[in-house]
């Protein structure tokens, strides 16, 4: 049966009420949509919109369906247009009469915006809560390392000494601001829109305030036709996910090259790994690989629902519908690989041996011998030059800087003195970077110290 048969002398084509059905995925909005239907028909009780005792009713009857469904003993209806039908139809069904007043002053447009800004507003503190799992897994890694030399790159070339802390420390200030994003989005999701009808409000004297106070919003929304026409909360979210999914991806594509026989940096434990099905030695770093796919995924959920959006009219339209599978699979992949992402640096090893190798090879330390020639009064251009004409006599004879003997150093520089093996030594490099977010021990401990202070 449909609920706006009224108008109608023909039944639907089945070819459509499959292309338009959208129950085979909002039914996983069921509870926003019962909690949303019982906050309306509260308070449509309590303004005397509808009789009180009717309201009592819609209210137990909403209960009794949640609980039926959360314990299974109440099937989805495949053949229900949508969610909202369905819990409409099941609810008239079971207490009758009174069943049929709960869609009073109200309308699938502003329901579905309701229910979409519910799941919105509860998947950023879900997906919040997994990215704090994640930094606190992260920090502890940059604890255990805050002497843990290793090169950082440029252009992926060896540049500078670092640390495994410092370097763990970026990708926590990376997830950091995936929180943050999330925090924002929350902010725009918290927004309720029932009371907006189909698109221009209501006759009925209703109480939207205390509608969002029952549901927990901070505030209703101004404007109607906003509120049905509206999705740059769902897009909020999901670019939230495709910049989190693209910090993913390059996290793993750093793991993926560190666990290389040529970095040999990072072995994946042998549980986060997969084999080949004819190669019997190998050992394949999957599921960084897999993270590093699936942002891609969720980048074409942000462009699948841009795209969609970028083009209907106010207000509600049918295209909008579009949203949720984009929304739900971009929250379930994103889910799915911080979880896994978390289980996988829990139980990755790192070889400090091959990283602090890795960073007395490359001349990493080129920037420090022309720093030291600063320090002896050379304008920095003119050390720049010093420093780069000593790495290339290095580089023809095939040695590090340090292996040079004072005499043949003097031959490019006369103002060298014997001290510039501490400042070329790769230790020292790093300990002496002590400038707010430099990679020196202690200032890496004080960011350890703030990142902890905001995830706690
Ligand atoms: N299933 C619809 C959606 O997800 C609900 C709103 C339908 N409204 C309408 N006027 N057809 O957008």
Redesign the pocket.
């Known amino acids: 049966m449909k609920l706006w048969g009224g108008r109608f002398e023909k039944a639907t084509d089945h070819m459509v009420d499959d292309f ?1 059905s ?1 129950i085979p995925f ?1 039914r996983r909005l069921y509870k926003y949509d019962i909690e949303g239907s019982i906050a309306h028909a509260t308070m449509l009780g309590e303004r005397g919109i509808i009789p009180e005792d009717d309201a009592k009713a819609i209210v137990a009857g909403l209960r009794g369906i949640l609980a039926d469904l959360e314990s299974k003993a109440l099937a989805f209806d495949p053949d229900c ?4 039908m369905f819990v409409e139809e099941v609810l008239t069904l079971r207490i009758g009469e009174a069943g049929k007043r709960l869609h009073t002053g109200r ?3 502003d ?2 915006a309701l229910d ?1 800004h519910m799941f919105v507003k509860a998947a950023c503190l879900e997906t919040q809560g997994l990215i704090r799992d994640l930094l606190k897994t992260i920090v502890e890694i940059a604890e255990n390392n805050l002497e843990t030399i290793m090169p950082g790159y440029t252009h992926l070339q060896k540049a500078q000494p670092v640390t495994l802390a410092h370097h763990m420390m970026a990708w926590a200030q990376m997830l950091l601001r995936d929180m943050d994003r999330l925090g924002d989005c929350y902010k725009r999701a918290d927004v309720m829109p029932l009371g907006a009808g ?1 698109l221009a409000g209501t006759t009925y004297d209703m109480d939207r305030e205390r509608v969002a106070q029952l549901l927990g919003f901070s505030r209703v929304s101004e404007n109607s036709m906003d509120s049905v026409s509206d999705r740059d909360y769902v897009l909020d979210y999901l670019a939230a996910a495709a910049i989190s999914m693209t910090h993913l991806s390059r996290f793993c594509e750093e793991l993926i090259l560190w666990s290389t026989d040529e970095f040999h940096f990072a072995r994946m434990d042998d549980a986060f790994s997969t084999g080949s099905s004819i190669m019997p030695q190998k050992k394949n770093p999957d599921v960084a690989e897999l993270i590093r796919g699936k942002s891609g995924r969720v980048t074409g959920d942000l462009m699948a629902l841009l795209t969609t959006m970028k083009g209907i009219p106010l207000a ?1 339209d ?1 295209d ?2 579009e ?2 599978e984009a929304l739900f699979d971009a929250h379930d992949t994103w889910t799915k690989c911080l979880i896994v992402f978390d289980g996988m640096m829990k139980t990755i090893t790192f070889d400090a041996r091959a990283m602090a190798q890795g960073a007395e090879g490359g001349y990493t330390n080129a920037t420090d011998l022309a720093d030291y020639l600063v320090g002896k009064g050379m304008p920095f251009r003119q050390a720049h030059e010093v420093s780069g004409k000593m790495v290339l006599d290095c580089v023809k004879r095939s040695r590090p800087l340090k292996d040079m003997s004072l005499d043949e150093m003097k031959a490019f520089c006369d103002i060298i003195e014997k001290d510039v093996y501490d400042a070329i030594d790769v230790h020292s490099c790093v300990a002496r970077r002590k400038v707010k977010g430099a990679p020196a021990p202690e200032a890496v401990a004080a960011c350890i110290d703030s990142v902890k202070a905001q995830i706690s």
């Open positions: 338009h959208s909002d247009e949508d969610i909202h309308s699938r447009n329901q579905v979409t189909a509600y049918k909008m519908q949203d949720k």
